[in-house]
């Protein structure tokens, strides 16, 4: 299975002790199964210094997931934006 892409998330616990949590995106390829073909299947994987849990997500959930992501991501950055400007 590829990976696509890891994003790394660095973060200090109450101690003061640094931590990271990796995102890792993996792929597998749509197959033909029986004459017909079957979806690809998209992997979430987090990994930290406790363990890691994989969810698997057909490529329609996973549009479903990024748009989501997407656009709760902007309004963040907008309200940030306007923030900034009010600061000024």
């Known amino acids: 299975m590829p990976v696509e892409d890891e994003v790394t998330h660095w973060w200090k616990d109450d101690k003061g002790e640094q931590h990271r949590t990796i ?32 969810i698997k ?12 992501l997407a656009s709760i991501s902007k309004d963040l950055l907008n309200t940030k934006r306007k923030m900034w400007r009010e600061r000024d």
């Open 23 to 54: 995102l890792r995106m993996e792929s597998e390829a749509p197959t033909n199964s029986n004459g017909f073909p079957r979806d690809g299947v998209l992997t979430l994987r987090v990994i930290n210094t406790i363990g890691q849990v994989a």
């Open 57 to 68: 997500l057909s490529p329609d959930e996973a549009l479903r997931v990024s748009s989501q």
